[in-house]
């Protein structure tokens, strides 16, 4: 007999379910690891295995990272990298990671998410792609498992360096074969393609600098073979673009379609420079886009159009991005980001309403489950997985905001979740982690960052 847990008394529950309903007084029912009932407290029961009292709080759906990179919270605010773009940035990183370690790998996972957990993040992707030394996925993989994240591990790689006319140094740089060899080995060992899931798996070569034509083909058909998903990077920066047609004679669009990276089960990272013909292409195909709008602007990159995307029908979801891009991971704080560059980038034209409070919510819930190609997460709604977050609305950061606390969540600023649940778990408690200690873990993490950074610049 599954157990059940009730969730009671919310100020707000905002469901995203087909209505979009936000209940007053608001309770959900799980048993198990799925979603039973939804609706007031008077109308679900009064007793479960466990209740949690949600008197003055605004419950919803744990929301979904579309785009990280975990292992780069080692190197946060590292200092030659502080003032670069893209390409420069990367080439001052790569000999630093060229030197990490599978505990690195595990430390630097569980750190991340950590973070976006906090920050009312239920489900994740990650998209590792540098695998010196002897690490492999399966360390971000089982660092998931024991912290009890929903976790997409994309097996990102790296073809091309820097004597083949690609970015990255030689010796960061794999075979295409035991790329292939190790991504297909990682799907028969971790993918579940079941509803509810906590594990996927995802093919995910790195990006059009760093790998050739023929790996991102090779890799689009190994996906369809086995059902699984395709991620990468995409239109940047202007570099990016300069790349893609010196290299290819193409735009990053006509690049992804010619090579079968288009359809509801891949999506693209960034896409700032996408244009009309790729939104119209990405809309036709559904073709997803994580929105990363704090690296693009700590990066300087740009500001995708994100409203033209959401007006032409692409799935958009909201990604964190790398930890030494952003250098942060607090979702609902990009979510937040979403909405105000929005704002800035249509200015008087189409004023505030460029993009709400709600859409942004909805982009970091429905959308981003869209882009990861699932329909059993996003939403509270019976029959859907189990993952709900509820926020304290009692803070300083929110005082005077409870005119409209949904909205609040967004505009203003709410540090952590009181509660988080995760496939029916309960994984943060009065606001601290129940799966791991976090301050031992920060610790860990911090002296292991000491460690990269002198491994790489004692070596000059």
């Given at each position: 007999?599954?157990?059940?847990?009730?969730?009671?008394?919310?100020?707000?529950?905002?469901?995203?379910?087909?209505?979009?309903?936000?209940?007053?007084?608001?309770?959900?029912?799980?048993?198990?690891?799925?979603?039973?009932?939804?609706?007031?407290?008077?109308?679900?029961?009064?007793?479960?295995?466990?209740?949690?009292?949600?008197?003055?709080?605004?419950?919803?759906?744990?929301?979904?990272?579309?785009?990280?990179?975990?292992?780069?919270?080692?190197?946060?605010?590292?200092?030659?990298?502080?003032?670069?773009?893209?390409?420069?940035?990367?080439?001052?990183?790569?000999?630093?990671?060229?030197?990490?370690?599978?505990?690195?790998?595990?430390?630097?996972?569980?750190?991340?998410?950590?973070?976006?957990?906090?920050?009312?993040?239920?489900?994740?992707?990650?998209?590792?792609?540098?695998?010196?030394?002897?690490?492999?996925?399966?360390?971000?993989?089982?660092?998931?498992?024991?912290?009890?994240?929903?976790?997409?591990?994309?097996?990102?790689?790296?073809?091309?360096?820097?004597?083949?006319?690609?970015?990255?140094?030689?010796?960061?740089?794999?075979?295409?074969?035991?790329?292939?060899?190790?991504?297909?080995?990682?799907?028969?060992?971790?993918?579940?393609?079941?509803?509810?899931?906590?594990?996927?798996?995802?093919?995910?070569?790195?990006s059009p600098f760093s790998v050739s034509r023929e790996l991102?083909?090779?890799?689009?058909?190994?996906?369809?073979?086995?059902?699984?998903?395709?991620?990468?990077?995409?239109?940047?920066?202007?570099?990016?673009?300069?790349?893609?047609?010196?290299?290819?004679?193409?735009?990053?669009?006509?690049?992804?379609?010619?090579?079968?990276?288009?359809?509801?089960?891949?999506?693209?990272?960034?896409?700032?420079?996408?244009?009309?013909?790729?939104?119209?292409?990405?809309?036709?195909?559904?073709?997803?886009?994580?929105?990363?709008?704090?690296?693009?602007?700590?990066?300087?990159?740009?500001?995708?159009?994100?409203?033209?995307?959401?007006?032409?029908?692409?799935?958009?979801?909201?990604?964190?991005?790398?930890?030494?891009?952003?250098?942060?991971?607090?979702?609902?704080?990009?979510?937040?980001?979403?909405?105000?560059?929005?704002?800035?980038?249509?200015?008087?034209?189409?004023?505030?309403?460029?993009?709400?409070?709600?859409?942004?919510?909805?982009?970091?819930?429905?959308?981003?489950?869209?882009?990861?190609?699932?329909?059993?997460?996003?939403?509270?709604?019976?029959?859907m997985s189990a993952d709900i977050v509820c926020w304290p609305?009692?803070?300083?950061?929110?005082?005077?905001?409870?005119?409209?606390?949904?909205?609040?969540?967004?505009?203003?600023?709410?540090?952590?979740?009181?509660?988080?649940?995760?496939?029916?778990?309960?994984?943060?408690?009065?606001?601290?982690?129940?799966?791991?200690?976090?301050?031992?873990?920060?610790?860990?993490?911090n002296r292991l960052a000491r460690e990269l950074a002198e491994?790489?610049?004692?070596?000059?």
């Amino acid at each position: 007999m599954h157990k059940t847990l009730l969730v009671r008394h919310a100020a707000v529950l905002v469901t995203m379910d087909g209505q979009r309903r936000e209940i007053r007084d608001g309770a959900v029912l799980a048993r198990g690891n799925v979603i039973e009932a939804v609706g007031t407290t008077d109308e679900l029961p009064a007793v479960a295995d466990e209740v949690i009292d949600a008197t003055g709080m605004v419950v919803m759906p744990g929301m979904v990272n579309t785009h990280h990179h975990m292992y780069q919270s080692l190197t946060r605010a590292v200092g030659a990298a502080q003032d670069s773009e893209l390409f420069g940035w990367l080439q001052t990183l790569y000999p630093i990671w060229a030197n990490l370690t599978p505990e690195m790998i595990r430390v630097s996972t569980q750190t991340a998410m950590s973070e976006l957990i906090l920050s009312g993040c239920t489900t994740s992707s990650d998209h590792l792609y540098i695998y010196p030394n002897g690490i492999t996925l399966d360390d971000s993989i089982e660092a998931a498992d024991a912290i009890g994240m929903r976790f997409h591990a994309a097996r990102g790689a790296m073809s091309v360096g820097q004597s083949q006319g690609g970015l990255p140094p030689d010796s960061v740089v794999e075979r295409e074969d035991a790329i292939l060899a190790e991504t297909q080995r990682l799907i028969r060992r971790w993918h579940d393609p079941a509803r509810h899931a906590m594990r996927r798996i995802v093919v995910a070569p790195c990006s059009p600098f760093s790998v050739s034509r023929e790996l991102m083909r090779d890799a689009a058909l190994l996906a369809r073979e086995y059902g699984v998903s395709l991620h990468t990077h995409l239109a940047e920066n202007d570099n990016d673009i300069a790349y893609t047609r010196e290299k290819f004679n193409c735009t990053p669009a006509e690049y992804a379609q010619d090579l079968g990276w288009t359809g509801p089960d891949a999506w693209h990272a960034h896409c700032v420079k996408l244009d009309d013909e790729g939104i119209y292409l990405f809309a036709r195909t559904g073709t997803g886009v994580a929105h990363c709008p704090c690296s693009n602007m700590r990066l300087a990159s740009g500001i995708a159009p994100i409203r033209k995307m959401i007006d032409a029908g692409v799935p958009v979801g909201i990604g964190v991005d790398g930890s030494a891009s952003n250098d942060g991971a607090h979702m609902l704080g990009e979510a937040r980001m979403a909405m105000l560059l929005q704002r800035v980038a249509h200015g008087p034209v189409h004023g505030p309403s460029a993009m709400r409070a709600r859409e942004a919510l909805e982009l970091a819930t429905l959308g981003g489950a869209r882009v990861l190609n699932r329909d059993d997460i996003g939403a509270l709604a019976p029959g859907m997985s189990a993952d709900i977050v509820c926020w304290p609305t009692d803070s300083v950061g929110m005082a005077g905001g409870l005119h409209d606390p949904v909205a609040a969540l967004v505009f203003c600023n709410v540090p952590r979740v009181k509660h988080s649940i995760i496939n029916g778990r309960v994984v943060v408690r009065d606001g601290e982690l129940t799966t791991l200690e976090l301050p031992v873990l920060v610790e860990r993490h911090n002296r292991l960052a000491r460690e990269l950074a002198e491994a790489a610049y004692g070596a000059r």
